[in-house]
């Protein structure tokens, strides 16, 4: 049970360049999110997926867009990075049948926009 | 506006020197109220939810308590691997999203 995973682990763009941070779960949640955290900001919350086929916008959603792929795969997309997206990227899954809304949470996304 | 404020921003302990975590809430319709756990370069570590004034959880050498105002996380006699930041989250009702704080550095010094 490998819980949250997100790939890469480590990213250095340049501005304008686009990516695709891919998060996957294998605990059959129903929820997934993105956030980012960033010094002095704490975790915000970009978008989010209640269940397969939904998603909504969070905090800070400017700048991204998302996919669920399928229950067990949720993807957030720069399509034009800016300096400004540089921060760490956490993916989190909940739905457990006893805690709907406790989170887990993935290993993160270090990205460096120059 | 509905938020979490955590207390201190850093916190440096001994060896054996209990002390406690604050997180105060000003939320309207709490649902529930998070402690995770994060060390450095990692995700957050889910540790505790509280619902309702009064519930208190423990784990370890941590217990957290909730009331109508605020949570504590309580460290008794820490130790070394203690050492991390500590977050509280708020759930509102009808919604399963979490507001984070901005955490405690804790570091316990041997």
């Known amino acids: 049970n490998a819980g949250v995973t997100q790939t890469p682990k480590f990213q250095v763009l340049k501005t304008g360049q686009s990516m695709t941070l891919q998060c996957a779960q294998d605990m059959n949640h129903n929820s997934m999110y993105w956030y980012r955290q960033d010094p002095g900001m704490g975790l915000r919350l970009i978008y989010y997926s209640a269940s397969e086929g939904t998603t909504d916008k969070g905090e800070v959603p400017n700048g991204y867009n998302v996919s669920r792929l399928n229950k067990r795969e949720f993807s957030l997309r720069l399509e034009s990075a800016a300096p400004s997206q540089t921060s760490v990227y956490f993916c989190a899954s909940s739905g457990e049948e006893a805690n709907q809304e406790t989170q887990y949470f993935g290993p993160g996304t270090r990205l460096l926009v120059l | 506006e509905d938020q979490v404020t955590q207390s201190p921003e850093a916190l440096r302990l001994q060896e054996g020197e209990s002390s406690s975590l604050n997180c105060s809430y000003t939320v309207s319709g709490l649902r529930g109220l998070f402690w995770y756990r994060q060390d450095p370069g990692k995700g957050p570590e889910f540790l505790f939810t509280l619902y309702s004034a009064g519930e208190e959880k423990e784990k370890e050498r941590l217990k957290a308590t909730l009331t109508k105002k605020e949570s504590f996380l309580h460290i008794t006699a820490p130790k070394p691997e203690d050492s991390a930041t500590y977050l509280c989250?708020?759930?509102?009702?009808?919604?399963?999203?979490?507001?984070f704080g901005k955490g405690t550095k804790l570091s316990v010094i041997p």
């Open positions: 989250a708020w759930s509102g009702a009808g919604s399963y999203q979490l507001t």
